[in-house]
């Protein structure tokens, strides 16, 4: 017993420790439980302040939509006057009605001549503030040179034909060239005009002549898919004109028309007083007139004219263009108000090229009706800009007969057309028989005009996705 009452505290001790280490251990595990849910929750807010900055991207890509040159959500100010325009603070709220975070939205408009938005929205959560996440997105607006050549109806490209970017016709295409890019119709069968056949679904939407199908469209076909838009177009011209008589450049009516020449970043206009002769021509190769397509005699009425503020030159009469532009420019031909006896075109014999080729030059052509390569045109020809041809087309007539004689001007060797080319009516370069136009013809795609096109040229629908990056 004595042993018992010497050590009767040894016990306790025991008990005393053990309960320590116990507690130590569970105030570890406690300690430990509570961090790891503090850094559960901030990784959760992280990932929401992820979605609350994609919330707000989404929201002005809606805006955008609704108001497509409003780059102030709707303030019509930015608060420090210095782009980008914001920020512009909202709140984000669950489908519940819950305030669950806030986005920060910093826009950038489009720069001039481009259609791209920069689109930066900064997240964070009601609950940790300080945990932000930011992204930038980037959005642009389609030009009509989406497309290396679009068409509005049936339309043949012959042997001679070499096709680099997204060929489409809201008719059907024959297409015997070889195309390196997507050939794409509206229709999944017509009746070619071309082929001796009425049967109204002779032909599938795309097709070719040659014996082996895989040697032509390198690209693909697809057919029948969703016709594009041509309409409304026509209301891009007084829009044009307006512009020109603001802050660009307008010449007014002329019986025969101007010839402007570009030489760097000015230019040169001259009045046409007469054309030459002509003989037997024709646009679509059955209808045959003498008209007339070239200059014979003109005057210098205007020289070493800077390139407009805005880049827009509008000619209420035909006009025939050529030279180096170091610049962004556009030429619109057309005649106003409307009527379909009076249309204007533009006419092209020389070289029309930008200076530089990295996309900061640019050329566009809009013509009321045809955009024409002339009887006295180049041998090698080269064209770099974006056409569009509203009621007509992109062609060289059909020279049958030039002043009483097969000419030898009717046919040329070698078309090279850099950019893009739309146009209401059928495409034609080349004719047969007797031969006329070029033997060899190269279109050549330029992405750079898709979201940076010339001045005012066309669009192509909403706002689409071009890039993502978190910042």
Known sequence: MKYLTQNK?????????????????????????????????????????????????????????????????????????????????????????????????????????????????????????????????????????????????????????????????????????????????????????????????????????QSDPNTVFLGGTSYPIPAVDFTGITADLANLKTAAQNNGFYLSYKNKGYHIVFSGSTFNVYEIKSLTPSGWTSIDGSHWDYTSYDIQQETLINSNIPLPNNGIIFVEANVWVDG?????????????????????????????????????????????????????????????????????????PYYYYFDGYNGPYNLRNTITITGSLSMKERYGLHWCCPHSGYWNRNINYNSNLVYSPPPSFPTTGEYAFISWEEK
């Open 9 to 209: 505290g040894t016990i306790l001790i025991a008990a005393l420790a053990a309960t320590t280490i116990f507690l130590a251990i569970s105030g570890g595990m406690l300690t430990l439980a509570i961090t790891e849910q503090k850094l559960y929750a901030r990784k959760a807010a992280q990932i929401q302040a992820l979605h609350i900055a994609e919330a707000g991207v989404n929201y002005y890509r809606w805006h955008l939509s609704h108001a497509e040159n409003d780059f102030y959500d709707g303030t019509g100010n930015d608060p420090d006057g210095v782009p980008p325009n914001g920020p512009y603070e909202h709140a984000f709220v669950s489908p519940d009605g819950n305030l669950k975070g806030y986005f920060s939205l910093e826009i950038t408009p489009p720069e001039s001549g481009s259609t791209i938005t920069t689109i930066k929205s900064t997240g964070w959560t009601e609950e940790f503030p300080q945990i932000r996440r930011a992204i930038e997105v980037r959005y642009g607006i389609p030009s009509f040179a989406t497309y290396s050549v679009l068409v509005n109806s049936n339309v043949r490209f012959g042997s001679g034909t070499v096709l680099y970017g997204h060929l489409h016709s809201n008719g059907g295409i024959r297409f015997d060239g070889v195309a390196h890019g997507l050939v794409s119709s509206s229709v999944l069968c017509y009746d070619d005009p071309d082929t001796t056949y009425s049967d109204p679904c002779e032909r599938p939407g795309v097709w070719t002549s």
């Open 324 to 396: 180096v532009v170091d610049g962004r420019v556009t030429v619109a031909s057309g005649r106003l108000p409307e009527n379909p006896n009076n249309y204007t075109g533009i006419r092209i014999f020389h070289d029309l090229v930008c200076q530089d080729h990295d996309g900061s030059d640019v050329i566009g052509l809009i013509a009321q009706n045809n955009v024409l390569v002339t009887y006295y045109s180049e041998n090698n020809l080269e064209i770099e800009a974006a056409i569009l041809a509203q009621n007509g087309r992109f062609i060289r």
